[in-house]
């Protein structure tokens, strides 16, 4: 999903086996998680666990 009006967001892809995640400003870097990343991720984040 991209926001239209945001010129650097993360761009993420769901698929069964894994999660596709990028940024709008490297399209060609993406990261591959398994849906269990994605989930402790998603989490350590909410968490602010990457809050500086």
Same mark, same amino acid.
């Given at each position: 999903m991209r926001a239209p009006y @945001? *010129?650097?967001?993360?761009? +993420? @892809? +769901?698929t069964p086996e894994a999660v596709y995640v990028r940024s *709008? /400003? /490297?399209p060609d870097a993406v990261a591959r998680l398994t849906p269990t990343e994605w989930r402790d991720l998603v989490s350590a984040i909410r968490n602010g666990e990457f809050d500086t």
């Open positions: @945001a *010129s650097n967001c993360p761009e +993420v @892809a +769901v *709008s /400003l /490297l």
